[in-house]
């Protein structure tokens, strides 16, 4: 910069600015876990959820029809938990056997929103089979399998860990 003309920016010149030591990173070992990730719990989850949203999904249908006529409210309130229930476990379950971490939170969530179905069975005071009180289990197993540590660390687990050698 030529001496007499006004500065126009605040970039000092480089001779002027001050240079400090920046440490390189050093590359640290990630120890390997004990063992390969198993994938029964997932499998596990995943059946049980598929049986749990079926299940859903039925008892969903037999509100609807038996309500209809009477309170159209609230079966347009279950037909729409239903549909979150099955987008959320369907989608969860896709992403689930893709090894994602977001389909444990999917499936856990639409667990959730069918335990909320089977309340409205009671609020409801409908009368069904002594079996359909039972069907809350599934929904309960499928969170509880989903939420496994050996489920967590098999959505973890990378793809390339299980495939099979190439020849």
């Given at each position: 910069?030529?001496?007499?003309?006004?500065?126009?920016?605040?970039?000092?010149?480089?001779?002027?600015?001050?240079?400090?030591?920046?440490?390189?990173?050093?590359?640290?070992?990630?120890?390997?876990?004990?063992g390969d990730a198993d994938p029964r719990t997932?499998?596990?989850?995943?059946?049980?959820?598929?049986?749990?949203?079926?299940?859903?999904?039925?008892?969903?249908?037999?509100?609807?029809?038996?309500?209809?006529?009477?309170?159209?409210?609230?079966?347009?309130?279950?037909?729409?938990?239903?549909?979150?229930?099955a987008a959320a476990i369907i989608g969860g379950?896709?992403?689930?056997?893709l090894r994602r971490r977001m389909g444990r939170?999917?499936?856990?969530?639409?667990?959730?929103?069918?335990?909320?179905?089977?309340?409205?069975?009671?609020?409801?005071?409908?009368?069904?089979?002594?079996?359909?009180?039972?069907?809350?289990?599934?929904?309960?197993?499928?969170?509880?399998?989903?939420?496994?540590?050996?489920?967590?660390?098999?959505?973890?687990?990378?793809?390339?860990?299980?495939?099979?050698?190439?020849?």
């Open positions: 910069m030529p001496e007499g003309e006004p500065q126009t920016s605040y970039i000092e010149p480089a001779s002027l600015q001050e240079t400090g030591y920046i440490p390189r990173p050093r590359p640290t070992a990630i120890p390997k876990q004990a997932a499998v596990a989850a995943a059946v049980v959820s598929i049986v749990s949203g079926w299940a859903t999904a039925v008892i969903a249908t037999d509100l609807i029809t038996g309500w209809w006529r009477t309170d159209r409210l609230f079966c347009v309130a279950v037909g729409f938990l239903s549909a979150i229930t379950l896709v992403l689930l056997l939170l999917l499936i856990v969530v639409g667990s959730v929103i069918s335990l909320l179905i089977f309340a409205s069975l009671f609020v409801a005071g409908a009368k069904l089979p002594p079996v359909v009180y039972a069907i809350p289990v599934l929904p309960l197993a499928g969170i509880a399998l989903t939420m496994l540590p050996s489920t967590a660390r098999w959505s973890r687990s990378s793809p390339a860990d299980h495939s099979a050698p190439t020849a």
